[in-house]
């Protein structure tokens, strides 16, 4: 089955949308033939650059005055996607999922955000999907065309594209129609990086025992020092001591690092669930009867500033871990 990518060259983690749908179709899809992508940009950027990291042969390149997805839909329909007997699959972004239902809703066609593995034969379609926490597997036959899907960011290993630059197909600049009434316009702000807690290989988590903002800041320094990704539990989320991007658990994300500190973590199954397909679970916590001890492969009962200060002054180097496969 024809396949199309969808990329969103306006925000600033262009290049890993192409290497998530690079690894996405190596790993993880069957019976997609995927040859072009339309790549949404803003008008000043360099084309060169963009066509180097697009994973497929072709890309269709259309400039944008502002990062407007009414506009992006717009320009989706036109090329074809209504009653087309195509895939489209977006970057599993907050960008992506919101074109992929938009897009499937508006064309007719089916819909789903975040899916894990798809399978084409003829024109039979099936998705594969996280569910119940990531505790299962869900199998989805989907029946109408076109199917705008949106990939999961923890389903593939991100690959480097082609290693060619792509073509450029088609090259066209969009100006703004009349007021929809519908989206608003808006400015992207670059703001600090965000870490993949998805996909990192080294991970301190941090629990109410942290105690106030600061408690969580002096962890958060700690990680930066171990070269850890850092990740909070709901407790801490909910205070405000930590942006919602760094939650982990059913409700936040779904981790699977190789090793996880979990310091001044209770172990309640919300957050557990974020962790326990740890490779590896160092539990920190003063309280002996934490649950999290025992649900830990080494436990030290002990004050977690001692603990992870003692940590970061070994830490001469930064204790990244290596994904066993770059080994």
């Known amino acids: 089955m024809k396949g199309i990518l969808v990329l969103n ?17 190596k790993q993880r899809a069957n019976g997609i033939e995927a040859d072009t992508a339309v790549v949404f940009h803003k008008e000043e950027a360099g084309h060169d650059e963009l066509l180097r990291a697009v994973p497929v042969q072709k890309a269709v390149l259309i400039g ?16 074809g996607g209504s009653g087309e007997t195509a895939v489209y699959l977006f970057a599993g972004n907050c960008f992506g999922s919101e074109l992929a239902v938009r897009m499937g809703q508006r064309c007719g066609g089916t819909f789903m955000a975040a899916v894990d593995g798809v399978q084409c034969s003829g024109e039979q379609i099936t998705v594969t999907k996280s569910v119940y926490g990531g505790h299962m597997e869900a199998e989805f036959a989907l029946k109408k065309a076109p199917y705008c899907l949106s990939v999961s960011r923890s389903c593939a290993e991100p690959e480097e594209g082609t290693g060619r630059s ?3 197909a088609e090259e066209r600049t969009v100006r703004e129609g009349p007021e929809n009434g519908f989206s608003e316009d ?8 965000e870490k993949n807690l998805e996909t990192a290989p080294f991970i301190l ?12 800041e002096s962890m958060a320094q700690a990680a930066e020092k171990m ?6 539990s709901r407790p801490v989320a909910m205070n405000a001591w930590a942006p919602m991007s760094s939650l982990i658990g059913v409700s936040g994300v779904m981790t699977k690092p190789e090793i996880c500190i ?4 209770s172990g309640a199954p919300a957050f557990y669930a974020g962790i326990e397909k740890s490779g590896f679970i160092v539990s920190v916590n003063s309280d002996p009867r934490a649950p999290i001890h025992r649900k830990s492969n080494v436990a030290i009962v002990d004050d977690w500033h001692k603990v ?20």
């Not at 998530?20 to 179709?25: E, I, T």
């Not at 808006?186 to 990086?193: Q, S």
């Not at 070269?227 to 909070?232: L, M, N």
Request: with cysteine.
């Open 308 to 327: 992870l200060r003692r940590l970061s002054e070994i830490s001469e180097k930064p204790l990244k871990a290596t994904r066993k496969n770059e080994e």
């Open 262 to 265: 979990a310091a001044g973590v």
């Open 64 to 79: 944008l005055p502002q990062a407007r997805t009414e506009t992006m839909l717009n320009q989706l329909a036109e090329l």
């Open 186 to 193: 808006y400015t992207l702000i670059p703001g600090k990086e």
């Open 205 to 216: 988590a941090a629990g109410w025992g942290a105690k106030s903002r600061e408690g969580v």
């Open 227 to 232: 070269g850890a990704e850092f990740g909070v």
């Open 166 to 168: 792509a073509v450029a």
């Open 9 to 25: 060259a306006c925000t600033n983690d262009y290049p890993d949308q192409c290497r998530l749908l690079a690894g996405f179709l």
